[in-house]
């Protein structure tokens, strides 16, 4: 760490090499730049699939329309991985979540279609009713959480037991609700939150929230240099750091390009220029769709996530408890405490999917989250969230969704049926595992 | 009534547990759940239905009370059991049902080929057995079903009614399900091309089986299709109501929903809804509580004299493995915008749940 650099006292202390001294290879380009090895082999692999896919299919994989739609549907698994991290980082598993999602789902299908434009009186198509049931889906998504944390955490019963209860008690219970009738269709304002051309941020929103995003990014990457440096750590190169920076506006804002490429269905914009009065021009009227609501979701949820599990002290205890309970224990971390609102804010994100998932499908159905425990748990481990714990990232757990999705759409477009897609599905996952593991015992 | 159900087997498993917890003993998984309905005095005629997977939306609403009141209007005792979509599951129910003493076995298959074994050795011991809703392959059981080949044929006529040509998308439910096939025969009896070829003047841009007839995984898939084809697609023959609803939700995205049409199966309320607004075409409408009373009659009728022949109104039915089958099949009835009043005279669903968002004038029942 306190290798001699040229600078005088109080500025940046540079890694080995200088300003000037670029680096000679792709590996020690990586080790300079300081970026998590892991995430970028997963990048690597999205790369590969989704190129594969385009050659595969003559082009129709890499279309800003398929790209949108990955987006929006690997959404709802991804936010709930993010949850999925912390409960496996602290050496739990939580086989609940899709069926916390669907009886969560119900519930609001409920609240939404009978109990607030009914019983209340408010009428259906009220403002208030997509908000009230928003607050209702989470709320009740952090009781369920917080009700089998507090049974795993205090009455000391493995988490696999709890959960596995919870995946028959809350899918049978959404039976018992209404024997099991389909609830369609839901608020209009609600379904928004699913997506949908309507259901996006349009071509403004979302260069705004684009820029907004790329400023806070670069202006994180300075800051966090000038504290490095204040304390005296190492810090990355300089070209490094702008190397990052330009990376990040260009992910950031290729992402809200590739979104606006992706113009409204035909249908839809004649549609709005007739009721807007506005003439259609000779190639047709273009309206941008933008970065899609439930997708925005997905990227608040995992910013918070993230800051969650680095910054704030309760998710330091979380990886802390991970790597040794023991440990954890004796220096004074309230484990139990912890384990409990792991649990929670897991609840409380099957909540959030349960909204996308149900505003998305405009309806709830029994089967409304059935299995998506497996895909939840997979995109962690894909994303390098290991069962023997205190390892696992959000970021990564996202990328691992995204990635399981691709697999799915890409093998639907090259007509592989379902069977065959579980096997394959089924393959990578145990070898991105293996693949981890092995990494792992090389680098240590 | 549930709930004090629930509350009595608690009751039991709480003393259960209390036992264990003395000696530590093996617990025995006994899992019947077997319900007795009327509970009340001695009867010559149990009659014990098998449930695949109660947690459907038909099975409770609609087909039990209609069985069960076939069986109070005999006289005769109802005992039930649901093998949550588990083959396993549903060979030891048939067996505790057995046990029990029903006189007469009414079955929902999970599977037509595994059940064969329960239904032989139900014959064996004289129980009658009636394949309810889905075909057993054999010959010794009696066939209650609507005719899912014609379902298929009313769903593909009412679109094709529609739209004779073009870009055909097909959404299948699932794959290990005879019913599946039947359908997709049915569409191809009507003129829509076999799977895997395409006629003069129908294209199939996309066919899919989709497992467990799930809604979301329907929407996923016709999202698939509508990018690959541009959105250029004519028609969509989706097998099932809730299937449709994931279809419509992929088309209303793209602001097709009510151009391009869409079919589907069950009275499901959300998809009856959905002809009325116009968004799905037809509805083939299979009055749930017709099969369940067919199926109560036809087993008390079976207890008085347990041969198949003895039953009114059979008829003889080939099965696709082959066999000859004594068998009841009922006629669907194809709802459209033009004859929505037939669910409604049936009180098969409410003016306000049928009319629910529907623009005054469009539909004639609705106000």
Known sequence: ?444 | MVIRRTAAVLGILALALAACGGGGGSSAGASAGASSGGGGGESDCTVAVSWNNYQEERWALRDEPAIKAALDEAGAEYLSADAGSSEEQQATDVENLLSQGANVLIILAQNTETILPSVEAAIDQGVPVIAYDRLIESPDSLYISFDNVRVGEMQAEAVLEVVDSGNFVIIKGNGADANSDFLRQGYTNVGVPDVGENSDTITIVGETYTDNWDPALAQTEMEQFLTENDNDVDAVLSENDGMAGGVVAALEAQGLAGQVPVSGQDGDIAALNRVALGTQTVDVWKDARELGRAAGEAAVALCEDSDLASVPDTQEFESPGGNTLTSILLEPIAITQDNLDVVLDADWITEEELCQGVESGTVDVCP
Request: avoid cysteine; proline fraction near 4%; charged fraction near 10%.
């Open chain 1, 1 to 444: 760490m306190a290798d001699a650099s040229t600078a005088s006292g109080g500025a940046a202390r540079e890694a080995p090499r200088g300003l000037r001294q670029l680096p000679q290879s792709a590996g020690e380009l990586i080790r300079a730049a300081d970026v998590d090895t892991r995430l970028l082999g997963l990048v690597a692999a999205l790369a590969i699939i989704w190129i594969g896919f385009n050659i595969a299919t003559g082009g129709s994989f890499l279309t800003a329309r398929n790209l949108w739609n990955l987006s929006v549907q690997s959404a709802s698994i991804a936010i709930m991985a993010t949850g999925m991290v912390l409960v496996i980082v602290s050496r739990n598993i939580d086989l609940s979540v899709g069926s916390m999602l669907g009886f969560i789902g119900y519930t609001m299908a409920m609240a939404q279609t009978v109990w607030l434009p009914q019983t209340l009186g408010l009428g259906l198509g009220h403002p208030a009713i997509w908000i009230l049931t928003v607050v209702l889906g989470l709320v009740l998504g952090l009781l369920i959480g917080l009700i089998q944390g507090l049974v795993i955490a205090y009455a000391f019963i493995p988490s696999f037991i709890v959960t596995l209860g919870g995946l028959l008690v809350w899918r049978g219970l959404i039976f018992q609700y209404a024997q099991g009738q389909t609830i369609a269709p839901l608020d209009t304002t609600f379904r928004l939150l699913g997506g949908g051309p309507q259901g996006s941020l349009g071509e403004w929103g979302s260069w705004a929230v684009g820029i907004v995003a790329t400023v806070v990014v670069v202006a994180g990457l300075v800051l966090l240099r000038r504290r490095q440096a204040k304390y005296g750590f190492q810090v990355r190169p300089i070209w490094a750091t702008v190397l990052l920076a330009a990376f990040a506006a260009l992910v950031i804002l290729g992402a809200v390009w590739v979104a606006n490429a992706y113009p409204w269905p035909e249908n839809l914009a004649n549609q709005y220029a007739q009721q807007h009065g506005i003439e259609i021009p000779p190639g047709g009227y273009i309206i941008p769709t933008g970065i899609a609501y439930p997708v925005l979701i997905m990227i608040a949820v995992a910013i918070v996530m993230t800051h969650i599990a680095e910054r704030r002290r309760f998710g330091r205890n979380v990886y802390a408890i991970g790597g040794n309970p023991q440990a954890a224990e004796l220096s004074g971390i309230n484990t139990k405490r912890a384990i409990m609102w792991v649990f929670g804010l897991m609840g409380l994100l099957a909540g959030v999917s349960a909204i996308v998932q149900t505003a998305r499908l405009n309806a709830a159905v029994t089967g409304l989250g059935v299995t998506n425990e497996l895909d939840v748990i997979s995109a962690a481990v894909i994303g390098g969230t290991s069962f023997s714990g205190g390892i696992g990232t959000i970021p990564g757990a996202v990328l691992g969704a995204v990635v399981m999705q691709s697999l799915r759409s890409g093998m639907v477009q090259m007509r592989v049926d379902s069977p065959t897609q579980d096997i394959i599905v089924g393959i990578v996952l145990v070898a991105a595992v293996g693949f981890d593991a092995w990494l792992r015992r090389r680098t240590t």
